[in-house]
């Protein structure tokens, strides 16, 4: 099983741009789709975008597409968020989540990152 960790996080104005990262450990990266979810206070966790094993599928949520694009390096065990044009409604905690089942589903994530802070102000 992977392990996550987050980075890329903080603050930015609206109409800016972020870069998260996610590196895993372990050799079996590959074998996993990767995705981010994120999670605003008072707000359930949501589903944001995912990738497939092996990058050659995407899937967005409808608040980021044409906004958010995600990849992955499997040599490098990194998935990347690339988030541009950032509105206040993207503030959230981003969380990096790991699968062998379907990444837009939250309640199919084997594994979860400890999440990194994005604050979007006006």
């Known amino acids: 099983q992977v392990q996550l960790v987050e980075s890329g996080g903080g603050s930015v104005q609206a109409g800016g741009s972020l870069r998260l990262s996610c590196a895993a450990s372990?050799?079996?990266?590959?074998?996993?789709?990767m995705g981010w979810f994120r999670q605003a206070p008072g707000k359930e966790r949501e589903f944001v975008a995912g990738i497939s094993w092996s990058g050659s599928s995407t899937y967005f949520a409808d608040s980021v597409k044409g906004r958010f694009t995600i990849s992955r390096d499997n040599a490098k065990n990194t998935v990347y968020l690339q988030m541009n044009s950032l509105k206040p409604e993207d503030t959230a905690v981003y969380y990096c989540a790991a699968t062998r089942g379907l990444i837009t589903i939250s309640t199919m994530v084997t594994t979860w990152g400890q999440g990194t802070q994005v604050t979007v102000s006006s």
């Open positions: 372990g050799r079996t990266f590959s074998s996993y789709a």
